[in-house]
T-cell receptor, first 111, second 112 residues
Framework: GEDVEQSLFLSVREGDSSVINCTYT??????LYWYKQEPGAGLQLLTY?????DMKQDQRLTVLLNKKDKHLSLRIADTQTGDSAIYFC???????????FGQGTTLQVKP | GAGVSQSPSNKVTEKGKDVELRCDPI?????LYWYRQSLGQGLEFLIY????????KSGLPSDRFSAERTGGSVSTLTIQRTQQEDSAVYLC??????????FGPGTRLTVL
């Protein structure tokens, strides 16, 4: 069945780059997404990539997609303490576009 | 414009009671989704509405769960005879078609 896997925790120092990785199983996914969740808050859409793209850059965020390996990554440049949150990778499934989420990666940014 | 809104933000109920959770999607968005976020199960899809089409209920965990969407806008998720394992944050999202989904703040349900 459909499955999305992420590592659970990442710790970086302020100013460093963060790379959060994700693997997925459904090769028919049209879009892949990154959402951010801060404590006690809902899900904030960070960025997304269409499945026929390899890379997408949006300010400090870079998304890389390796469709052959079904691997997605999110790079945050110049990581700030405000970037501390849980980051969820998600793939859209089928005609409905329902999302299958990974377990979330907790990003800890140390000053 | 306004984002997705959900009410109540918090709901505490006793085991066996029924609860109703409400979602107001972004105006003009035709697709509406319900998800559940719990410690043990992570984020799970529950149900999907698109216009006047029959909803995709494939994610509903039991027949105690139901949802409706009136007039193609507001949606209500109903849980009958609540159980402790229903305790979770229930998230609603809307989308212009079936692409980018925008989430509401969620309703935290606690079943005692």
């Amino acid at each position: 069945g459909e499955d999305v896997e992420q590592s659970l925790f990442l710790s970086v120092r302020e100013g460093d780059s963060s790379v959060i990785n994700c693997t997925y199983t459904d090769s028919s996914s049209t879009y892949l997404y990154w959402y951010k969740q801060e404590p006690g808050a809902g899900l904030q859409l960070l960025t997304y990539i269409f499945s026929n793209m390899d890379m997408k850059q949006d300010q400090r965020l870079t998304v890389l997609l390796n469709k052959k390996d079904k691997h997605l990554s999110l790079r945050i440049a110049d990581t700030q303490t405000g970037d501390s949150a849980i980051y969820f990778c998600a793939e859209s499934i089928g005609n409905t576009g329902k999302l299958i989420f990974g377990q979330g990666t907790t990003l800890q940014v140390k000053p | 414009g306004a984002g997705v809104s959900q009410s109540p933000s918090n709901k505490v109920t006793e085991k066996g009671k029924d609860v109703e959770l409400r979602c107001d999607p972004i105006s003009g968005h035709t697709a509406l989704y319900w998800y559940r976020q719990s410690l043990g199960q992570g984020l799970e899809f529950l149900i999907y509405f698109q216009g006047n089409s029959a909803p995709d209920k494939s994610g509903l965990p039991s027949d105690r769960f139901s949802a409706e969407r009136t007039g193609g806008s507001v949606s209500t998720l109903t849980i009958q005879r609540t159980q402790q394992e229903d305790s979770a944050v229930y998230l609603c999202a809307s989308s212009p078609l079936t692409d980018t989904q925008y989430f509401g703040p969620g309703t935290r349900l606690t079943v005692l």
